[in-house]
């Protein structure tokens, strides 16, 4: 597999490791302008030869917004039909324009995904396209398609209107991840949605201009490329050989697909640094709690079901950890986390320093900006009205009485003159036509 994607961003060497392929068989549909180009940061992972490892779809209303877009092709494309000219920010429309539109899309998605493992719904809620659209595919696919579905969601930066537009896609979207509904042929239940990835947009944009992490990138397509390059890495780790794997269907059955929030973290360990194994040990527990940059203020006490943690090691050193270093790490997460399932594996490569380890937790809970969005909203609503309110305002007060001084002569003469002048039968049945005439295009209604 390629070792970059799009010529920018670069993935960690194992990905090129002979037998290296992707575990999770991932389907991703971008709705919108900020789903597709997630999406498209997912259609930049390629095998050598160049063919695109996950199958991409992107539906946008507004067609000049797919043109910034390097991956898709082009049959993969689908434009709203009939709202050419986008939808204005409002969910209404944009779930009206998918709505309208559906049958096409929900055509190629079958096609294309039906052999997936888990089809992700990629949206950033805030405008109205990808935030009305949302919640009706994630149901069809569920419903109708019968292949497991996931939403990568981005939430905006405080905005009256955006966030306002998040939170109520929010409410409607987040409880599905309890949601059992029942399939009628067999009577099995089943998941409308197993799991959402949020990306926090406000956490991201201050990070990145404060410190960023990736120099050259602006800060949307720095988190498009961690969120596609983390999972991406993640996929490949479970088709690695190695003595204590975790392979794919436990990373389904047990984070992905198991209703929940899904958290990444990733560490770097300079082994050369790191030599004294008590601190390795601790260096790989804390992972968890570390730095990440989607989203954060995760409650992991309360809200973590499971966590999978995978140790990338240096081929010549994988003998600092072995089976008997694992289950030391596990029952130290079962002290810190007594009620979490925790899957442990461990694989090597060929770098010389630095083992790599790797968290995803399955959570029964939202990150802090997600729970806080109601309260967002309703602030930014308040603030607006108060401005509204306060604002000069465009009202000048009444009109100014203004005392007609009039002719003597026009008072004391009553009547039109030009009445008067016309006054001959013949004259008089013209100028009640030319009346008629005029006042038949008059744009003020009659009293
Ligand atoms: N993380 C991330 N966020 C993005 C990206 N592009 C746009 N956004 C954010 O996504 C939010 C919604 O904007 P869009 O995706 O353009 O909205 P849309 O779904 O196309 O809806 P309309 O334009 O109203 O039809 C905004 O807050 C953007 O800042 C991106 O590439 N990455
Ligand atoms: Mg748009």
Same mark, same amino acid.
């Given at each position: 597999? !390629?070792?970059?994607?799009?010529?920018?961003?670069?993935? #960690?060497?194992?990905?090129?490791?002979?037998?290296?392929?992707?575990?999770?068989?991932?389907?991703?549909?971008?709705?919108?302008?900020?789903?597709?180009?997630?999406?498209?940061?997912?259609?930049?992972? =390629?095998?050598?030869?160049? +063919?695109?490892?996950?199958?991409?779809?992107?539906?946008?209303?507004?067609?000049?917004?797919?043109?910034?877009?390097?991956?898709?092709?082009?049959?993969?494309?689908?434009?709203?039909?009939?709202?050419?000219?986008?939808?204005?920010?409002?969910?209404?429309?944009?779930?009206? $324009?998918?709505?309208?539109?559906?049958?096409?899309?929900?055509?190629?998605?079958?096609?294309?995904?039906?052999?997936?493992?888990?089809?992700?719904?990629?949206?950033?809620?805030?405008?109205?396209?990808?935030?009305?659209?949302?919640?009706?595919?994630?149901? $069809?696919?569920?419903?109708?398609?019968?292949?497991?579905?996931?939403?990568?969601?981005?939430?905006?930066? *405080?905005?009256?209107?955006?966030?306002?537009?998040?939170?109520?896609?929010?409410?409607?979207?987040?409880?599905?991840?309890?949601?059992?509904?029942?399939?009628?042929?067999?009577?099995?239940?089943?998941?409308?949605? !197993?799991?959402?990835?949020?990306?926090?947009?406000?956490?991201?944009?201050?990070?990145?201009? #404060?410190? *960023?992490?990736?120099?050259?990138?602006?800060?949307?397509?720095?988190?498009?490329?961690?969120?596609?390059?983390?999972?991406?890495?993640?996929?490949?780790?479970?088709?690695?050989?190695?003595?204590?794997?975790?392979? $794919?269907?436990?990373?389904?059955?047990?984070?992905?697909?198991?209703?929940?929030?899904?958290?990444?973290?990733?560490?770097?360990?300079?082994?050369?640094?790191?030599?004294?194994?008590?601190?390795?040990?601790?260096?790989?527990?804390?992972?968890?709690?570390?730095?990440?940059?989607?989203?954060?203020?995760?409650?992991?006490?309360?809200?973590?079901?499971?966590?999978?943690?995978?140790?990338?090691?240096?081929?010549?050193? =994988?003998?600092?950890?072995?089976?008997?270093?694992?289950?030391?790490?596990?029952?130290?997460?079962?002290?810190?986390?007594?009620?979490?399932?925790?899957?442990?594996?461990?694989?090597?490569?060929?770098?010389?320093?630095?083992?790599?380890?790797?968290?995803?937790?399955?959570?029964?809970?939202?990150?802090?900006?997600?729970?806080?969005?109601?309260? +967002?909203?309703?602030?930014?609503?308040?603030?607006?009205?108060?401005?509204?309110?306060?604002?000069?305002?465009?009202?000048?007060?009444?009109?100014?009485? =203004?005392?007609?001084?009039?002719?003597?002569?026009?008072?004391?003469?009553?009547?039109?003159?030009?009445?008067?002048?016309?006054?001959?039968?013949?004259?008089?049945?013209?100028?009640?036509?030319?009346?008629?005439?005029?006042? =038949?295009?008059? *744009?003020? *209604?009659?009293?």
């Amino acid at each position: 597999m !390629q070792q970059n994607i799009d010529q920018v961003w670069p993935l #960690e060497g194992f990905v090129q490791q002979k037998n290296a392929d992707s575990g999770l068989k991932m389907g991703f549909v971008g709705l919108g302008q900020g789903g597709s180009k997630i999406t498209d940061a997912f259609a930049g992972i =390629k095998r050598i030869n160049g +063919e695109q490892v996950y199958p991409c779809i992107i539906v946008n209303s507004n067609k000049g917004d797919m043109n910034d877009l390097k991956n898709i092709p082009a049959r993969f494309r689908l434009p709203l039909i009939g709202y050419e000219t986008g939808v204005g920010k409002d969910p209404d429309i944009g779930r009206k $324009a998918f709505e309208e539109n559906g049958s096409t899309i929900f055509e190629v998605i079958g096609e294309e995904m039906k052999d997936c493992n888990i089809i992700f719904v990629v949206n950033s809620m805030g405008g109205g396209t990808g935030t009305g659209a949302v919640n009706i595919l994630v149901d $069809a696919i569920a419903d109708f398609l019968h292949v497991p579905v996931a939403v990568i969601t981005t939430l905006p930066r *405080p905005n009256q209107v955006e966030s306002l537009n998040a939170y109520n896609a929010m409410v409607e979207l987040a409880p599905k991840l309890n949601e059992i509904r029942t399939n009628e042929e067999d009577d099995n239940g089943y998941r409308v949605l !197993q799991s959402l990835v949020i990306l926090d947009n406000e956490k991201i944009v201050k990070e990145h201009s #404060e410190a *960023p992490e990736v120099k050259n990138l602006t800060w949307d397509l720095y988190s498009n490329y961690k969120v596609a390059s983390i999972l991406h890495e993640w996929s490949v780790l479970t088709s690695l050989e190695s003595a204590f794997t975790l392979d $794919a269907a436990d990373l389904l059955n047990h984070i992905i697909l198991a209703g929940g929030v899904i958290t990444f973290a990733k560490k770097k360990i300079n082994l050369e640094e790191v030599t004294n194994n008590e601190d390795l040990i601790n260096e790989i527990i804390s992972t968890y709690k570390g730095r990440n940059v989607l989203a954060n203020g995760f409650d992991y006490e309360k809200d973590m079901r499971s966590l999978a943690l995978v140790v990338v090691l240096p081929r010549d050193r =994988k003998d600092r950890i072995n089976q008997d270093t694992l289950e030391v790490i596990r029952t130290r997460m079962k002290v810190e986390l007594p009620n979490v399932d925790v899957y442990l594996g461990s694989v090597t490569y060929g770098s010389k320093t630095n083992a790599i380890v790797y968290t995803m937790a399955n959570m029964g809970g939202l990150p802090e900006r997600a729970r806080n969005l109601r309260t +967002e909203a309703e602030t930014l609503k308040k603030l607006s009205e108060e401005r509204e309110k306060a604002a000069s305002g465009f009202d000048m007060g009444g009109k100014i009485e =203004k005392k007609q001084i009039l002719n003597t002569r026009a008072r004391l003469t009553s009547g039109n003159p030009f009445d008067q002048v016309a006054a001959t039968s013949e004259n008089d049945s013209q100028l009640s036509s030319n009346r008629n005439r005029v006042i =038949k295009n008059n *744009p003020f *209604p009659k009293r």
